[in-house]
């Protein structure tokens, strides 16, 4: 007979044999030497059209994921409002480059539509430290009655020399990106580097956990970074990817695959 052709439906194939076999007298372990081979195959078949970029958000063994993810960048900032980049924990972390008004009344209605959107599910919400995203993460905490979890791996991208200058700046990293996601040029974490530590954030909960809503409150470049892991497309892209405005919700799903 003909084989399933995907791994889950084989392995409930095996057991409809090994069902057949108790009543037929074939024994269950010739049922198992014969099928069992082609299974592996199936799955390293499987695992091989997996993304580097999708590898890097899988526990080890997974094919797929184990919880839904969204994405959430962190409401209007001080920061935003000044033109300024805010991009290391020791400038980040204090409040004079928190949330803006207008950033916080993002947040609530960000809340509204999370909450809308898990209803009774378990959540994990892992938010950077900074003071901008850890205020909107605990603002959306506060609907969904769920506690944060601070995530130092989605900290914003260093920016490096650009520290505290104007914002203008971000036009000439992200076209050194599209040629060399390794670059660190003006001192500036490499997106490689980003992508590394923030799709780690992503495999210790695969690991942990299983049927949450995971929400990662982030920065514009992290999650921008972070995008491609998902969409199974190279790191230096990371641009030709939809930008995510102040506190907009996105859910995360694995593309390709």
């Known amino acids: 007979s003909i084989l399933p052709s995907s791994p889950l439906a084989l392995e409930r194939h095996c057991l409809c044999v090994r069902i057949g076999a108790l009543d037929t007298t074939l024994p269950t372990s010739r049922c198992h030497s014969v099928l069992m081979p082609v299974l592996r195959q199936l799955l390293r078949r499987s695992a091989s059209s997996l993304s580097q970029g999708h590898q890097l958000l899988l526990a080890p063994g997974q094919l797929a994921l184990r919880n839904d993810y969204y994405a959430l960048r962190h409401g209007w900032s001080k920061a935003n409002e000044a033109g300024i980049i805010v991009s290391r924990i020791d400038s980040g972390a204090r409040l004079e480059y928190g949330l803006h008004a207008t950033g916080r009344e993002q ?151």
Do not use: M
């Open 107 to 257: 947040a609530r209605a960000a809340g509204d539509a999370f909450k809308a959107i898990v209803q009774t599910r378990p959540v994990t919400i892992l938010a950077s430290d900074f003071s901008r995203t850890y205020e909107t993460a605990k603002i959306v905490a506060a609907a969904v009655n769920a506690d944060v979890e601070a995530e130092p791996a989605l900290r914003e991208r260093d920016f490096g020399d650009f520290e505290l200058g104007p914002n203008t700046a971000y036009d000439q990293v992200w076209a050194r990106d599209a040629v060399d996601a390794t670059h660190t040029d003006n001192q500036v974490e490499a997106a490689a580097a980003v992508l590394s530590r923030a799709a780690g954030a992503v495999q210790r909960v695969e690991g942990a956990r299983e049927g949450h809503a995971v929400l990662l409150v982030s920065h514009g470049d992290c999650l921008q970074i972070l995008q491609t892991a998902f969409a199974g497309v190279d790191v230096s892209a990371h641009r030709s990817l939809p930008h995510l405005e102040t506190c907009e919700l996105r859910r995360l799903e694995l593309l390709g695959v």
